[in-house]
């Protein structure tokens, strides 16, 4: 039965641009993130999951499945064994919970119109979910490439899927500038050379709105890039090291910049608020 197959991971990878930008976004979001839920003897009810986070969750499932069993009749393997995207998506919702569930729907009509607007690829598949890495002055930089294609042109693409909830200028603008396309590009050439063509965003929206576009250049803090890794990385270990696991002694960034971004209200503002619940 497809319902018993497992469902590809499309979730952040290990040392991805997620994990780096959270400390630099607020060192206490961080704690809550990736220190607090270790420890065992103080649980939380803390959930990352927003209302856009749990439909592009849902969204990436249905394309690391579309696209997988795409590869596997390109290279005769049988495709029904990877999960039916339609079965995938219902099994990511139920994992999120109340809040997966009730955006399902949306994701289940923006996926129909996906299918509708994209019913034959002309690209190749190389690789679906691929885990990649790469050192930045010792540094690891993960990430799980959500789509690799290769062109008629022979040239190879990552493509990033991204959702919203509509069709929006500023939408594609905010992806100029961001770490995670910065970093899919410095894999892209490690993996691929001069044959990598670009990072391209594969966008819809929940109005079924949809559009395949590179980012605009930005050379200058591609070339910074780098810096920022290796500043994340050591703010990470001088505070894993001088606060520990003690939520008290984190500090915090409380502004409007970080406790509300372009996703609503950051999941750990109960939290902050009244503290832990020991």
């Avoid at 949306?106 to 885990?131: C, D, G, H, K, N």
Wanted: aromatic fraction near 12%; proline fraction near 8%.
């Amino acid at each position: 039965m497809s319902a018993a197959l497992p469902i590809i991971d499309s979730g952040p990878s290990e040392r991805g641009w997620s994990y780096y930008s959270t400390v630099l976004r607020c060192p206490q979001l961080f704690y809550w993130k990736y220190v607090y839920p270790k420890i065992a003897t103080r649980p939380t009810t803390f959930s990352d999951y927003t209302e856009p986070l749990a439909r592009g969750t849902i969204f990436h499932v249905a394309a690391a499945h579309h696209y997988a069993r795409m590869w596997a009749r390109a290279h005769g393997k049988n495709e029904d064994l990877v999960c039916p995207p339609e079965v995938a998506m219902k099994i990511a919702a139920s994992k999120i919970g109340e809040l997966g569930e009730e955006r399902l729907p949306i994701v289940q009509a923006m996926w129909s119109a996906y299918l509708q607007r994209y019913p034959v690829e002309t690209f190749e598949v190389v690789a679906v979910e691929q885990p990649a890495e790469v050192l930045i002055e010792g540094i690891r930089l993960t990430a799980r490439i959500d789509l690799i294609v290769k062109e008629p042109t022979g040239r190879i693409f990552i493509y990033d899927h991204k959702s919203s909830a509509r069709m929006e200028s500023k939408v594609m603008r905010r992806y100029t500038l961001h770490g995670q396309r910065f970093g899919l590009e410095l894999l892209g050439r490690k993996l691929y050379g001069d044959q990598f063509g670009g990072v391209v965003i594969n966008h819809i929206t929940e109005d079924c709105e949809f559009i395949r576009k590179s980012s605009e250049p930005a050379p200058w803090m591609a070339r910074k890039f780098p810096l920022t890794i290796t500043l994340a990385a050591a703010l990470i270990e001088s505070l894993t090291a001088k606060c520990g696991t003690d939520p008290d002694a984190w500090p915090a960034f409380p502004s409007d910049q970080s406790c509300y971004g372009p996703y609503g209200a950051c999941p750990a503002i109960p939290i902050c608020q009244w503290g832990p619940t020991t």
